[in-house]
């Protein structure tokens, strides 16, 4: 009898004792697949910033359930996560961290669903500008328009504007779309466009469109698209003979390519700071990285950390963190010191899903020094 009193005791404990609930956040991403070496490690620091929010005590004491899905760059495979994180696991808030290609479908479903959506070390949509889409918000530092305005005015302040310039994108959506649009910003700036080069995403061989540059006589190109469409034209180019300048945007491939190309031309320009700088949070992504065993280095995690950052701002400042609509609504009032890692604060606005100042530094290889140096400190725009 006693026996049995005990194991009737233990069972009402366990009805009556409060359990601890989950915030749900799903993801879909280009995990595996040619590109994944640009997504998979900020999805790696987005994980470990999660955790590291949760073994802190979570979101007023509730644990973050981050669940990852792979699709692979395809657009299909994302429709399929997307469903399954929203009808299934019924996540409060949806990530999008692969190629543009997916962003129809995801966006599509989040809609339906009414769960916020938010790219992650993806390209930053239109929709996120002003004025932006109620339910689409994004932390990557890469985003149309101000990337080619900031690159071009680098290419103007360093060379003038009395230079050939060649274009370089993959064909994907987004890629495309801010290349057409850097063609026609330099033609208005006084540049002379020459070539626009359109590669598949990946292709085996890039000499044939490197070589269309070189035979146009450009003296500079830009490409905007993934990185290693980006690297792999600018390689091809170098094994023809070509001598120009080359400038693209610093995914997270760009620190160690950067030393291990030794190019004193080769430019690379984006939002983020680099690894090797002396920042406390820095110390901070490294220690993380090393104690859960993982194989990336701060700098390759650096956009997932940032997206961590945002995440926790919007779910600490939501009336409840698991209703998709107050969450919705924190995160349009978000405003995130990002410590460094960008040239200032990651602020979100209910007209502005992208961020009210966006910021750019320019990073190259200094072949007298052997280091990799800052070619032009931060330069900021106002996002209207």
């Not at 792979?70 to 996540?91: H, Y």
């Not at 905007?224 to 610093?250: C, D, H, M, N």
């Amino acid at each position: 009898m006693k026996k049995r009193m005990i194991i009737t005791a233990a069972i009402a404990t366990l009805i009556t004792a409060p359990v601890q609930a989950d915030i749900k956040i799903g993801l879909t991403g280009a995990l595996t697949g040619p590109l994944a070496g640009t997504y998979a490690p900020a999805v790696e620091g987005l994980k470990l910033y999660l955790d590291g929010v949760n073994k802190a005590g979570g979101i007023k004491g509730e644990n973050i359930e981050l669940i990852l899905l792979d699709d692979g760059m395809e657009p299909s495979r994302a429709a399929a996560n997307a469903k399954r994180l929203l009808s299934q696991e019924r996540v409060v808030l949806m990530v999008n961290s692969s190629l543009s290609s997916t962003y129809a479908p995801t966006i599509n479903e989040a809609k339906r669903a009414g769960v916020p959506l938010l790219f992650a070390a993806s390209a930053c949509p239109t929709e996120v500008f002003p004025p932006a889409d109620k339910n689409m918000f994004c932390t990557t530092g890469f985003g149309p328009s101000y990337d080619s305005q900031a690159a071009l005015g680098f290419v103007s302040r360093t060379a003038g504007t009395d230079v050939k310039m060649g274009f370089h994108a993959m064909t994907i959506p987004i890629s495309r779309g801010e290349i057409d649009y850097a063609e026609s910003l330099a033609g208005k700036m006084g540049m002379t466009p020459v070539a626009k080069e359109i590669s598949p995403p990946p292709t085996p061989d890039y000499s044939p469109f490197a070589a269309n540059i070189a035979n146009a006589g450009a003296d500079w190109v830009w490409s905007w698209a993934p990185w290693v469409g980006q690297v792999k034209t600018f390689e091809a180019l170098r094994r023809q003979g070509w001598g120009g300048s080359f400038i693209t945007y610093s995914h997270l491939e760009a620190e160690g390519e950067l030393a291990r190309l030794k190019d004193g031309d080769f430019y690379v320009i984006g939002a983020n700071a680099m690894s090797y700088e002396d920042m406390p949070v820095l110390k901070d992504m490294t220690a993380a990285a090393q104690a859960a065993g993982s194989q990336y280095g701060a700098g390759e995690m650096m956009e997932g950390w940032i997206a961590g950052m945002a995440i926790e701002a919007a779910l600490n400042g939501a009336s409840n963190a698991n209703d998709p609509d107050a969450v919705r609504t924190a995160m349009s009032s978000v405003n995130v010191d990002t410590k460094g890692l960008r040239g200032g604060n990651l602020q979100w606005t209910a007209e502005n899903h992208f961020r009210t100042q966006q910021s750019y530094r320019v990073y190259r290889w200094n072949t007298s020094s052997g280091k990799i140096e800052v070619a032009q400190d931060w330069v900021t725009f106002d996002v209207k």
